[in-house]
């Protein structure tokens, strides 16, 4: 069996927001990188060479070989991330505040009507969904520390509190649809991205 290629960084970055994101545009990865264009599409010419990623209709979509490639490559590029003791502690408080998003999500989903039954949240009641956004906002403030901490080792961690902070501004002007749309750039999309990208940056597997 061929071993997966270790990628350059730049390259990296960008296989590992087409999988983060399963489908995206050239414009989007230019977005999410900082990088021109042409780059990116230089970038994308190597990765499919690779048959690492596939580009259909304007599309770049990830191939079966790009998590392989992402793990060895994450091995070799975060090392000094996996042994620094600081951002290991910040990791366990992590799961706690992970757990407590989950419950959070459901909350917005369903309501509890008591005695173990829930229903459809409908979204009338406008206190009960005012409550489930004020702790989703304090969720988000506990993961500053250890984003922080992922920054000090890579600059691009740095995305997320900006892309946080954009829908939490859309969702507190009446967009409630950012806390949990599946097509937009929502608070439940971002914080699965962001657990999906900690959980491959450490070596870790999905627990829940």
């Known amino acids: 069996m061929t071993a997966a290629p270790t990628l350059p960084k730049a390259e990296y970055d960008v296989l590992n927001i087409v999988a983060l994101k399963k489908m995206v545009t050239v414009p989007d990865l230019a977005e999410a990188t900082g990088r021109p264009e042409d780059a990116i599409t230089e970038m994308l010419s190597e990765l499919t060479g690779r048959e690492l990623v596939a580009v259909a209709g304007g599309a770049v979509l990830p191939t079966d070989g790009a998590e392989p490639a992402l793990r060895a490559s994450a091995d070799e590029h975060y090392?000094?991330?996996?042994?620094d003791p600081a951002v290991a502690d910040l990791v366990d408080r992590f799961e706690?505040?992970?757990a407590q998003f989950?419950?959070?999500?459901?909350?917005?989903?369903?309501?509890d009507t008591g005695g173990g039954h829930k229903v459809a949240n409908d979204h009338t009641d406008a206190a009960y969904?005012?409550?489930?956004?004020?702790?989703?906002e304090k969720l988000i403030?506990?993961?500053?520390?250890l984003l922080d901490a992922l920054t000090g080792h890579d600059p691009r961690f740095a995305g997320y509190p900006g892309r946080f902070a954009t829908a939490m501004d859309a969702?507190?002007?009446?967009?409630h649809e950012l806390v949990s749309s599946?097509?937009?750039d929502s608070v439940h999309n971002i914080w699965f991205e962001f657990h999906e990208d900690l959980l491959r940056t450490l070596g870790r597997e999905r627990t829940e």
């Open 79 to 83: 090392a000094g991330v996996r042994s």
């Open 96 to 98: 706690t505040v992970n």
């Open 102 to 111: 989950l419950v959070t999500m459901s909350s917005w989903q369903q309501i």
């Open 129 to 136: 969904d005012e409550k489930v956004i004020g702790r989703l």
């Open 141 to 145: 403030r506990r993961l500053t520390p």
């Open 171 to 175: 969702i507190d002007a009446g967009g």
């Open 182 to 184: 599946p097509t937009r």
